[in-house]
C-alpha cells in the first residue's frame, strides 16, 4: 500500500483488505500523489504521458518532468516505467525532496519495502511541512504489511496530528481492532467524531468496538441517535435489531427487523437502485427470508451487473 502527494492509485494486493479499503479513500481525501495499488489503475495510453514524453525530448534531464511523467506511469500500474523515471531523477538530484518520496513510492508499489522504508526514513529525517503525513502514512502502510503493527500504529498516530482524516483514523482504528486494542480503538473513533463532526464511518467503527465488548446500551444510543437524524434508516434499523439480538430482547429485535424491512420498501418504493435492492436484501437476509433476498440480489445484479457486493452476497446464499 502506498501514500503520495497526488492522486494515483493501483491495486496490487488484497492482503488486509480492511487496509487497502481504507487507505484508498485516503489517497482521495488527502488528495496525495499516491497510495499506490490501493484504487483504481487507469487502462490504456494515457495521453498525459505522451505529452510529457514529448517535452522530455527536448529536455531529457528536467527533473520535474521526470517526476511528474514517474507518477502518470505509476498511476497507470506501469511500475517498472516509474521506477526509472524516478532513478533518473534522484540520480539527477538525489536533495530534491519531492523526488526523494516519489521514488520512495514508487519502490513500496512494487513491493521493495525495504528500500521503500530506507528512502522514507531519510525523507522525514529533515521533512517538516504537509509532505510528512504522506510519508507517515505510507511507513505506517509497509509496517502493516510486513508485520509491525505497533510501529504503523505509530505513524498513523503521527500521521493524524498532523493532518487528522476520516481514513487515517479508520485504517488505525481497524488495526487496533485486529490487536484487541479496543479501548484505544474506541478513543480514536470518538475523537474523530469530535474534530471530524459526525462521520458515519468513525460511527460505525465506534457501534463495533462497543458491541464487541459487550456495551450494547451505548451502542444502541449511537444507532437511535442516527435513526433520528437520518432520511434514510434501512441499515440503521437493521443495526438496531442485531444489538437488541445480543442483548436478548428478541420481541424488540423482532420489531426493529420489519422496522428495516417497512424502510427498505419505503425507499424502493420511490426508486429501484441496485444499492437499495441490496439494503433490503441484506434485511431478507437477517430475517431468514433467503430466496426474497436472493431475488433482491438478482434483480440488483440485473440493473448493475459488476456490483461486486451483490455478486457475492448472492454467491454466498446460493452456497449455502
Not at 496525495?32 to 522530455?56: N, R, Y
Amino acid at each position: 500500500m502506498s501514500v503520495c502527494i497526488k492522486i494515483d492509485q493501483q491495486v496490487r494486493s488484497r492482503h488486509r483488505s480492511w487496509v487497502v479499503v481504507a487507505m484508498a479513500s485516503l489517497a482521495l481525501a488527502l488528495g496525495c500523489f499516491g497510495l499506490v495499488q490501493l484504487a483504481t489503475a487507469h487502462s490504456g495510453p494515457d495521453p498525459e504521458i505522451h505529452e510529457i514524453t514529448e517535452k522530455l525530448i527536448k529536455d531529457p534531464d528536467n527533473v520535474d518532468l521526470l517526476v511528474q511523467r514517474g507518477q502518470v506511469y505509476r498511476s497507470n500500474g506501469k511500475y517498472i516505467e516509474s521506477l526509472l523515471d524516478l532513478e533518473r531523477a534522484w540520480l539527477l538530484n538525489r536533495e530534491n525532496r519531492t523526488v526523494v518520496l516519489q521514488r520512495a513510492l514508487t519502490l513500496s508499489a512494487l513491493g521493495r519495502d525495504k528500500e521503500a522504508k530506507t528512502a522514507l526514513d531519510y525523507f522525514l529525517e529533515d521533512e517538516s511541512d504537509t509532505k510528512r503525513v504522506f510519508a507517515l502514512a505510507e511507513r505506517g502502510s509497509i509496517y502493516v504489511r510486513t508485520g509491525q503493527a505497533e510501529l504503523a500504529i505509530t505513524d498513523f498516530t503521527s500521521a493524524i496530528q498532523l493532518q487528522p482524516t476520516i481514513e487515517l483514523y479508520l485504517v488505525r482504528g481497524k488495526l487496533q481492532e485486529s490487536l484487541g486494542k479496543l479501548e484505544d480503538a474506541a478513543e480514536g473513533y470518538q475523537d474523530g467524531l469530535a474534530k471530524l463532526g459526525n462521520a458515519i464511518l468513525l460511527k460505525n467503527g465506534l457501534i463495533r468496538v462497543r458491541m464487541v465488548q459487550k456495551q450494547y446500551g451505548e451502542a444502541l444510543a449511537l444507532v437511535d441517535k442516527e435513526i433520528a437524524g437520518s432520511s434514510v434508516n434501512t441499515s440503521w434499523h437493521l443495526k438496531r435489531a442485531e444489538i437488541l439480538d445480543n442483548m436478548g430482547r428478541s420481541d424488540a429485535a423482532s420489531l426493529a427487523y420489519e422496522q428495516a424491512l417497512a424502510e427498505a420498501n419505503r425507499v424502493l418504493g420511490k426508486r429501484q437502485t441496485a444499492m437499495q435492492l441490496l439494503a433490503r436484501a441484506e434485511v431478507y437476509q437477517a430475517m431468514g427470508r433467503m430466496e426474497e433476498a436472493k431475488q433482491d440480489l438478482r434483480v440488483a445484479i440485473q440493473k448493475t451487473p459488476h456490483f461486486s457486493e451483490a455478486n457475492d452476497l448472492l454467491r454466498k446464499l446460493e452456497n449455502q
